[in-house]
């Protein structure tokens, strides 16, 4: 009988996309699931029969579902580099920020004018407990949804994470053994530091500091699967697509949530930096979430919530593309792993 304590992920990169590899690291997130790759269509007709359904086939396989980090299994700085590796750009040369210290930088710097210029990463990801274990190849994200909520009276401040993710299919298989849990970090959202500017050249100069009380960071890759008549019923390659965020938080009512109403009601560009760091690694750099955003304000709603008595603004921000800078966002994310 499988045992939910010995539910577990595990996942390795593939060198050739759609070609299952053992897995080399561990994942640490919220238990789920088995997801479905298959439907069924029934197959019927006009027989002189009570008995309508005849057969049933299955046409394509696709896996797709849901990663969660939730605030029992909060996001970790080392699954950064997952995440955004399978989904906003893959195939990074990273190096040691600081000789023999482990302490590696990782620069999502997506391409927006060349097609197919990002190349995300694909891995295979392994599932299941005690009794089986499962596995989904050329897996990839095509949604980040990543929140944090301050908390006003001393609790955990967990910042969490949805990952939808598509597959080939899933197939039995036996777990890659002897794979020792990864050191991690988790993420403290009431670490996070808000920044705005102008012009994403400045992008870091200004920090507003204790404006930001919550923030919900939806991000779309554009990456889907691609099917084409073929010897396989799964998806044969990948596309990508548009990618485009969308940011929503809640802000003290002070001046400068006036500012950004202010800019929201003029259409005015800006740049914002949301920054969460950790411990140090080594001796010099830490571990370091960093999400570099430019567009303007949607909406911005002055005296839009409430808490001890404090006004709060609420506000949305989203996407919008500047020649000057050529960019809409921008990912950095420093912290003790190598490689996928």
């Not at 760091?277 to 571990?287: A, D, F, L, P, V």
Request: glycine share 10%; proline share 3%; hydrophobic share 40%.
């Amino acid at each position: 009988m499988g045992s939910r304590v010995f539910s577990k992920f595990q996942f390795g990169k593939e060198t050739d996309r759609g070609t299952a590899v053992a897995a080399d690291t561990v994942l640490i997130a919220a238990p789920m699931a088995l997801p479905v790759d298959r439907k069924w269509a029934k197959v019927t007709g006009a027989t002189g029969l009570r008995a309508q359904v005849l057969d049933k086939h299955v046409d394509e396989y696709l896996v797709r579902d849901t990663l969660r980090f939730d605030a029992d299994h909060p996001l970790y700085y080392q699954a950064l580099p997952l995440l955004f590796s399978c989904g906003l750009q893959g195939g990074l040369t990273v190096a040691e920020q600081t000789a023999g210290q482990s302490d590696y930088l990782w620069t999502f710097a997506p391409a927006l004018t060349s097609a197919s210029a990002n190349v995300p990463d694909t891995v295979t990801l392994e599932m299941g407990d005690d009794t089986q274990a499962f596995e989904m190849e050329y897996l990839m994200f095509e949604r980040l949804r990543i929140s944090g909520q301050i908390s006003q009276d001393g609790d955990a401040s967990a910042v969490t994470c949805e990952a939808d993710f598509f597959a080939r299919q899933i197939s039995t298989t036996t777990w890659t053994a002897s794979l020792a849990l990864p050191s991690y970090e988790v993420i403290n959202s009431k670490l996070a530091r808000f920044y705005i500017d102008t012009a994403w050249a400045g992008l870091g100069g200004t920090e507003k500091s204790g404006l930001l009380r919550s923030f919900d960071l939806e991000i779309l890759f554009g990456t889907h699967p691609k099917f084409g008549g073929s010897a396989n019923k799964y998806f044969d390659t990948h596309g990508e697509g548009a990618i485009s965020w969308m940011l929503q938080c809640t802000l003290e009512g002070d001046a400068n949530a006036d500012a950004i109403y202010d800019a929201m009601a003029a259409g005015t560009y800006q740049a914002v930096r949301i920054g969460i760091q950790g411990t140090k690694i080594g001796s010099t750099k830490y571990q370091l979430l960093q999400i570099d955003l430019g567009g303007t304000w949607d909406e911005v709603v002055p005296l839009g919530g409430e808490a001890n008595g404090n006004n709060l603004h609420t506000a949305v921000m989203s996407d919008e593309y500047n020649a000057t800078s050529a960019k809409i966002i921008e990912v950095a994310v420093s912290t003790n792993v190598a490689a996928l």
